[in-house]
């Protein structure tokens, strides 16, 4: 069976070779793939050639939802701006270790997101100062173009610009990180991104059935971020992780359905259709227990 | 295994895994040219280093009322890579094959579903190399 390992950039030669010869030898992470013959639009498609071998991302390439697109839906539900909640910018000067640095950069620029979605200009400001610090001290500033952060601060008060503008910054941070192989730090960001976008839409949802829906829809992206901060070393990550289980664990109660409906394609306008149907229920005591939860592992970040 | 040939086999997959490297970042920026101001990057990036006999998966979640739009890229000219997607039951719901190859395509999500995310080189066009797949979201 032929087997490749999903790669981080720029590996060093030796562990790379070595990591060659290893999987050509013990296909551990590649499976054969299944013949299963899936059903769509009438046709019988098989969902993988039989021959072909399926590539395993491993940990570091699980797609995470965007925290730019809860606070665009807190923004749309007509949520009330509540400043309390973000995670003041003078804690950054609290963070000295590489991992807290990076949970709080992604904590931060959620909370970048939330002030442009509520035009609160001079906050903005200070927060994009106390990332662009933070980025300083990871070593990701030099990797993101000057543009951007140019661009960043040209367009505070534009709401649009500063959505578009926050996804490129940490497409980029991303990038450099994934290239220089700090994929530990890489997936933090991303765990702290999605922790304080968690706990913006639990506000919400106390609120808002549209945020409570979506409260619900992090189950898919729970599960990757255990995945993603699972076997790191350091202490509290340790504990962060143990709680992100719990928090799966309250996740698995709730009650979810799906039914597939037939896509449809316009081929003239390059788009399909998902008009599959799905819910969620989340009952008071569930939001509740989440929030609950959700609190402490924030704290575990921000402290 | 002698150690000759054991050196010239490491040295052989180095050149080819560097290749791909460098392909990488360019491929990327290439890739981003696929999406417009109205698209959001979701911040993050897809990368695999492909043989054509092999298959990269992940998974994603699309939300409902919400329109994705899914770049796929190998090489510098379009339509190297085949992308597929599949609900969470398994259904095909789009494949990029039917359509030429098309490099990016459009989802308008009308309820949130759990999807595959499948992609590999198309064995008429490329043999090995780096493949690239970006998601933004419609602002």
Same mark, same amino acid.
């Given at each position: 069976m032929n087997s490749i390992k999903f790669f981080t950039l720029r590996v060093s030669v030796f562990a790379f070779a070595a990591a060659l010869v290893v999987s050509c030898a013990e296909p551990s992470t590649t499976e054969q793939a299944s013949n299963e013959k899936t059903e769509t639009s009438g046709e019988e498609v098989d969902s993988l050639s039989s021959t072909r071998s399926v590539v395993k991302y491993q940990g570091e390439i699980f797609s995470i939802p965007s925290p730019v697109q809860s606070v665009m839906l807190i923004k749309k539900a007509d949520i009330r701006y509540n400043e309390d909640l973000l995670n003041e910018a003078s804690n950054s000067q609290n963070y000295i270790k590489e991992y807290k640095k990076a949970l709080n950069l992604g904590v931060y620029g959620t909370d970048l997101a939330y002030l442009a979605n509520f035009e609160n200009n001079q906050l903005s400001l200070k927060y994009l100062k106390t990332i662009e610090s933070i980025s300083s001290d990871l070593n990701i500033q030099s990797a993101v173009s000057q543009d951007i952060l140019e661009r960043f601060t040209s367009n505070i008060g534009n709401r649009d610009s500063l959505y578009a503008l926050n996804g490129e910054f940490y497409r980029a941070g991303y990038r450099y990180l994934k290239e220089n192989e700090r994929n530990e730090l890489a997936s933090l960001i991303l765990t702290g991104g999605w922790v304080e976008a968690l706990h913006l839409s639990l506000d919400a949802a106390q609120n808002s059935d549209l945020l409570r829906n979506r409260v619900g829809q992090q189950r898919s992206a729970l599960n990757s971020i255990v @995945?993603? $901060?699972?076997? =790191? /070393?350091e202490e509290e990550l340790v504990k962060m992780?143990? @709680?992100?289980? /719990? !928090?799966?664990? *309250?996740? /698995?109660e709730l009650e979810y359905s799906y039914e597939y409906q037939k896509p449809i394609t316009d081929k003239k306008e390059k788009t399909t259709y998902i008009n599959s149907k799905s819910s969620v229920t989340v009952t008071d005591d569930q939001l509740s227990k989440i929030r609950q939860k959700t609190i402490e592992i924030r704290n575990l970040i921000i402290s | =295994? @002698? $150690?000759?040939? !054991? *050196?010239? !086999? *490491?040295f052989s997959m180095l050149a080819f895994a560097n290749a791909g490297l460098a392909q990488c970042d360019s491929f990327a920026e290439d890739c981003d040219e696929h999406f417009s101001e109205a698209y959001i990057s979701d911040g993050q990036e897809y990368r695999a280093l492909l043989h054509s006999d092999q298959t990269a998966v992940f998974e994603s979640t699309l939300f409902g009322s919400n329109t994705y739009r899914i770049a796929a890229c190998s090489g510098k000219s379009n339509g190297n890579l085949i992308f597929s *997607?599949?609900?969470?039951e398994g259904n095909l719901i789009f494949t990029n094959e039917e359509y030429s190859n098309a490099p990016y395509w459009d989802f308008a999500v009308s309820s949130t579903v759990n999807v595959t995310i499948e992609a590999h080189l198309d064995p008429n066009k490329s043999e090995s190399g780096c493949a690239v797949l970006l998601i933004g979201f419609k602002k």
């Amino acid at each position: 069976m032929n087997s490749i390992k999903f790669f981080t950039l720029r590996v060093s030669v030796f562990a790379f070779a070595a990591a060659l010869v290893v999987s050509c030898a013990e296909p551990s992470t590649t499976e054969q793939a299944s013949n299963e013959k899936t059903e769509t639009s009438g046709e019988e498609v098989d969902s993988l050639s039989s021959t072909r071998s399926v590539v395993k991302y491993q940990g570091e390439i699980f797609s995470i939802p965007s925290p730019v697109q809860s606070v665009m839906l807190i923004k749309k539900a007509d949520i009330r701006y509540n400043e309390d909640l973000l995670n003041e910018a003078s804690n950054s000067q609290n963070y000295i270790k590489e991992y807290k640095k990076a949970l709080n950069l992604g904590v931060y620029g959620t909370d970048l997101a939330y002030l442009a979605n509520f035009e609160n200009n001079q906050l903005s400001l200070k927060y994009l100062k106390t990332i662009e610090s933070i980025s300083s001290d990871l070593n990701i500033q030099s990797a993101v173009s000057q543009d951007i952060l140019e661009r960043f601060t040209s367009n505070i008060g534009n709401r649009d610009s500063l959505y578009a503008l926050n996804g490129e910054f940490y497409r980029a941070g991303y990038r450099y990180l994934k290239e220089n192989e700090r994929n530990e730090l890489a997936s933090l960001i991303l765990t702290g991104g999605w922790v304080e976008a968690l706990h913006l839409s639990l506000d919400a949802a106390q609120n808002s059935d549209l945020l409570r829906n979506r409260v619900g829809q992090q189950r898919s992206a729970l599960n990757s971020i255990v @995945k993603l $901060t699972e076997n =790191m /070393e350091e202490e509290e990550l340790v504990k962060m992780n143990a @709680k992100l289980e /719990e !928090l799966r664990d *309250i996740f /698995e109660e709730l009650e979810y359905s799906y039914e597939y409906q037939k896509p449809i394609t316009d081929k003239k306008e390059k788009t399909t259709y998902i008009n599959s149907k799905s819910s969620v229920t989340v009952t008071d005591d569930q939001l509740s227990k989440i929030r609950q939860k959700t609190i402490e592992i924030r704290n575990l970040i921000i402290s | =295994m @002698k $150690t000759p040939t !054991l *050196i010239i !086999l *490491i040295f052989s997959m180095l050149a080819f895994a560097n290749a791909g490297l460098a392909q990488c970042d360019s491929f990327a920026e290439d890739c981003d040219e696929h999406f417009s101001e109205a698209y959001i990057s979701d911040g993050q990036e897809y990368r695999a280093l492909l043989h054509s006999d092999q298959t990269a998966v992940f998974e994603s979640t699309l939300f409902g009322s919400n329109t994705y739009r899914i770049a796929a890229c190998s090489g510098k000219s379009n339509g190297n890579l085949i992308f597929s *997607i599949y609900d969470q039951e398994g259904n095909l719901i789009f494949t990029n094959e039917e359509y030429s190859n098309a490099p990016y395509w459009d989802f308008a999500v009308s309820s949130t579903v759990n999807v595959t995310i499948e992609a590999h080189l198309d064995p008429n066009k490329s043999e090995s190399g780096c493949a690239v797949l970006l998601i933004g979201f419609k602002k």
